[in-house]
């Protein structure tokens, strides 16, 4: 059961990678299509601003996931480093049980919040709202993934060591 919870995890998570570099594409060719045409063209593309808006904030969540699973996130170690092995492994799971939880409230009220505001849409795209608000449940969901696939990892871990 470990390695599927791994293997489902690395999937998703080379899915949001993949994702991730299309949205940074998209926002970067917008960004620079908008200066083009604001000092080039003596125009300004009404819809840019929104769209690079809702586009950052899919960066946000999937970057998010994407950091966890990759151990990137900052973190201070200073007062983690004074403990002993034991003490870092149950601190570890311990953070990971509190991710697992906060990155489930983040899903299912993400969720909520989508269907909420399904009916209304935005100002210049005409797309309802539920589009860039999906991006905290689907960032909530990644990380759960990503951090339940660590739990495990972490009590095998703590198990392994005890029988040694």
């Given at each position: 059961m470990n390695r599927i919870i791994f293997?489902?995890?690395n999937k998703l998570n080379k899915g949001a990678e993949y994702l991730l570099m299309l949205l940074m594409i998209t926002i970067s060719?917008?960004?620079?299509?908008?200066?083009?045409?604001r000092y080039?063209?003596?125009?300004?593309?009404?819809?840019?601003?929104?769209?690079?808006?809702?586009?950052l904030i899919w960066i946000t969540f999937l970057?998010?996931?994407v950091g966890f699973k990759r151990k990137a996130h900052v973190g201070v170690d200073f007062l983690y480093?004074?403990?002993?092995n034991r003490a870092k492994m149950f601190?570890?799971?311990l953070t990971d049980?509190?991710?697992?939880?906060?990155?489930?409230i983040l899903c299912i009220y993400g969720t909520r919040l989508a269907k909420f505001v399904h009916i209304q849409t935005s100002a210049a795209l005409l797309i309802p709202m539920s589009i860039p608000f999906a991006s905290i449940a689907v960032g909530g969901f990644l990380t759960s993934v990503h951090s339940f696939s660590s739990l495990?990892?972490?009590i095998s871990n703590l198990k392994n060591r005890r029988r040694k």
């Open positions: 293997n489902i995890s060719l917008l960004i620079f299509t908008q200066v083009i045409f080039v063209f003596n125009y300004s593309l009404y819809w840019s601003e929104e769209l690079g808006r809702y586009t970057g998010a996931s480093n004074a403990f002993n601190l570890t799971i049980i509190l991710l697992l939880g906060l990155s489930l495990i990892d972490n």
